[in-house]
């Protein structure tokens, strides 16, 4: 499932909004969701570009998965060498698709938004600041 920030920070929110006096215990949960959520604008998840791999979730670790049944530590080790040889190749891109994203939101907004030429002695309505 891939969210934007600004729904991920939403969920986070309500999930220590729900916890009341119990955050301490409720924000690991919390931050381990957000660090292995995949984002939109990047296609990857903060845990992934951080260290070049995907997170094993917990409930992977104590139930029998293809993804356990195939694991070899010494290609295993191998792996995650070629994963972080790698790693600056996939920030870049990941850069690159945050960049394409923005592009397309600015697109998205510049279309909608309806241009209104002001004229020296147009009324305006301002914000007071008290």
């Known amino acids: 499932m891939e969210v934007t920030n600004r729904k991920m920070l939403k969920i986070i929110k309500v999930r220590l909004e729900e916890a009341k006096g119990a955050w301490p ?4 949960n919390v931050l381990w ?5 995949v984002r939109t604008p990047t296609g990857e998840t903060p845990f992934g570009l951080t260290y070049g791999t995907k997170v094993v979730i917990p409930i992977e670790v104590g ?3 293809m993804r356990r049944e195939v694991f070899h530590k010494n290609s295993n080790d191998d792996q995650l060498k070629i994963n972080l040889d790698c790693l600056d190749e996939v920030r870049k891109e990941a850069s690159q698709k945050m960049t394409k994203y923005q592009q397309k939101m600015v697109e998205y907004y510049n279309k909608r938004v309806k241009r209104k030429r002001l004229d020296i002695g147009d009324l305006v309505l301002t914000k007071s600041h008290q």
């Open 33 to 37: 969701a957000y660090r292995t959520t």
């Open 25 to 28: 215990e409720e924000l690991p």
């Open 63 to 65: 139930v029998t998965s």
